[in-house]
């Protein structure tokens, strides 16, 4: 390390800092008039700090040293660079930076006392903030009071209301199931009817033409009745359901009245095939065996089956079968004067023999072991346990129920018959019977239309007048599927 003795006069130092370079510079400008203190420069390249001392020395040594360096008066200026290791250097200046620099330069030009110049560097220094004294901090603006008002708090609605509007939702829903199903029902009724055949322009084309409009109409109503519900929702919230649940009230009592049966009924055939088309065949014979019937004979008939009508109520109750259709049973069987027949039939319901297990299954149920034909109570009991049995066995076939239960097991039994000649339905076994049992379901049937007719309107109808046979229709068959 060398030291330098320079005699100067005044010495002025300037010291400039720049925030963007990596090495701090200091300049010292000589003046030859005053005196030039000694300036010791160390610079250690591990040191991480570096002084720059200045010393005053008297005039006398100035100018021997002048002339020994040969030194001239213009200004000589000394760099100091930080060591190579350094990768940044940065120099921080607070508010009032520049102040305090002028202040250091005038302090340092104009006495002649030695100063000292320190200069640090920390190798771990982050970047220069420049903070000015005119310019304060810039605060974050506070949210404004509109702001904060504007703004709402979404709460969650109770657990309550939600299940209200699903129930109203669920309301309006059934309404307009309701109102759709009428309308459609009715509408592939009318167009089954009149577009009825076999034909491809004259038939089925037409047909499929108007199951497409009727696709449009359906879609139609349907954005009619959002755009609706729309305006009912802003007025109340109950005003949707309910007027949903009116209309399909009012359509449903419309549907079911007698002039839209025609209807009910193409409908029926049009979706049960050929199944539905041999029952309503098998209807229509009902309903006209009825009409042939003797209004004065069918009312005696009724009378004489009051006696019988508690023991037939609990039978039909205990096997679940139609009442009326075990008086139709006994009414065709012994027209209710039980009686022994020649061909072996006995009691109310001409009982001749019955399987062993429909025994067994009548004693369960009245909780007695024996049983008598001639008791109405276990003749009846008898009667109904062997009618279920038949149907059971012709797999719910009214008709063929009704067939084999007149059979009994002559001959082997109606199932035994048919599987002999390969008949498969009512109509099909028909051509291989007499006629006496060929008719019995019809009249056993068209007598239990009757007692239904006597129970649901106090009377017998006559199936000609005025809108009887429609009337009558609605109301069904024992046994058989109603209407609706």
Do not use: C
Request: charged share 25%; proline share 6%.
């Amino acid at each position: 390390m060398n030291k330098l003795i320079v005699p100067v006069k005044p010495v002025k130092v300037s010291l400039e800092v720049s925030t963007e370079v990596k090495q701090a510079k200091v300049k010292v400008g000589i003046n030859p008039e005053p005196k030039l203190p000694n300036t010791k420069s160390e610079a250690t390249p591990k040191r991480k700090s570096v002084k720059v001392k200045t010393e005053a020395v008297p005039e006398g040594k100035l100018t021997d040293s002048k002339s020994e360096l040969d030194l001239e008066p213009e200004p000589t200026n000394i760099k100091l660079e930080v060591g190579p290791k350094r990768k940044s250097g940065k120099v921080k200046t607070e508010a009032g930076s520049k102040r305090k620099l002028m202040d250091a330069k005038s302090e340092l030009g104009l006495e002649s006392e030695p100063t000292n110049i320190k200069s640090e560097a920390s190798p771990k220094r982050k970047s220069v903030k420049v903070k000015a004294e005119g310019s304060p901090e810039r605060k974050p603006r506070a949210p404004s009071k509109k702001r904060q008002g504007s703004k709402k708090v979404i709460s969650k609605p109770p657990v309550v209301n939600f299940r209200h509007r699903l129930i109203w939702i669920s309301l309006e829903l059934l309404g307009l199931a309701i109102m759709a199903v009428s309308a459609i029902v009715v509408m592939l009724g009318y167009s089954a009817n009149w577009f009825s055949g076999t034909r491809f322009f004259t038939s089925l084309l037409p047909f499929a033409i108007g199951i497409l409009l009727l696709i449009v109409v359906v879609t139609g109503l349907l954005i009619g009745w959002w755009k609706l519900r729309k305006w009912l929702h802003g007025r109340a919230l109950l005003l949707p359901p309910i007027l949903a649940v009116s209309l399909a009230l009012i359509i449903g009592w419309f549907f079911m009245q007698d002039q839209f049966s025609e209807a009910r009924g193409h409908f029926r055939t049009l979706v049960g095939g050929k199944q539905e088309a041999g029952r309503v065949t098998l209807a229509h014979q009902v309903y006209a065996a009825y009409r042939r019937y003797d209004s004065a004979q069918l009312l005696l008939l009724m009378q004489r089956a009051q006696t019988y009508h508690p023991d037939i109520k609990d039978a039909a109750r205990e096997f679940d079968i139609d009442p009326d259709l075990l008086q139709g049973i006994a009414a065709a069987e012994s027209s209710f004067l039980p009686r022994n027949s020649a061909d072996g039939g006995r009691g109310l319901f001409q009982i001749t023999k019955v399987p062993k297990t429909v025994v067994e299954q009548a004693g369960k149920h009245l909780a007695e072991h024996q049983l008598s034909l001639l008791n109405p109570r276990h003749n009846t009991f008898l009667a109904a346990a062997t009618l279920k049995y038949y149907l059971a066995q012709m797999n719910d076939d009214l008709f063929l129920g009704l067939l084999a239960y007149n059979i009994g097991p002559a001959n082997g039994g109606l199932k035994f018959i048919m599987q002999q000649y390969g008949a498969t339905d009512f109509f099909t076994i028909q051509p291989y019977l007499q006629q006496l049992p060929r008719d019995y379901p019809i009249r056993v049937l068209s007598y239990s239309l009757a007692f239904r007719l006597w129970q649901k309107e106090g009377k017998l109808l006559a199936y000609e007048e005025g809108k009887n046979a429609r009337h009558i229709q609605n109301i069904g068959i024992p046994g058989l599927l109603t209407d609706f």
